[in-house]
């Protein structure tokens, strides 16, 4: 059974940093596309930073804050958060593709998803 296991939930002040962390277990994702979303108080679930093999892309809110990078030895996606704002405040989920390294950016072109941690960003 695929399993992704986010950590690293936290409360923050603005302009600080926190680095969140998604482990996969139950199969490898080395040559998969993996991804960061997340979503606030009702609002939908929008991208936020996508990893291929090397490549990467960003949601423009995030970009030059925020840096996702992997550890295919552990099967472990991370995100890299600095300089947060208060609108960064969200559940943030972990995604994977099951086939390809294409870099996508919507919620339908990812089959696997984490349950969810908690990112708060106080003023």
């Known amino acids: 059974q695929v399993q992704l296991e986010e950590s690293g939930e936290g409360l923050v002040q603005a302009g600080g940093s926190l680095r969140l962390s998604c482990a996969a277990s139950g199969r490898a994702f080395n040559n998969n596309a993996m991804a960061w979303f997340r979503q606030a108080p009702g609002k939908e679930r929008e991208f936020v930073a996508v990893i291929g093999l090397i490549r990467t892309y960003y949601a423009d809110s995030v970009k030059g804050r925020f840096t996702i990078s992997r550890d295919n030895a552990k099967n472990t996606v991370y995100l890299r958060m600095n300089s947060l704002k208060t609108e960064d405040t969200a559940i943030y989920y972990c995604?994977?593709?099951?086939?390809?390294?294409?870099?996508?950016?919507?919620?339908?072109?990812?089959?696997?998803w984490g349950q969810g941690t908690q990112v708060t960003v106080s003023s």
């Open positions: 995604a994977a593709a099951a086939v390809g390294l294409s870099l996508r950016t919507t919620t339908e072109e990812y089959d696997y």
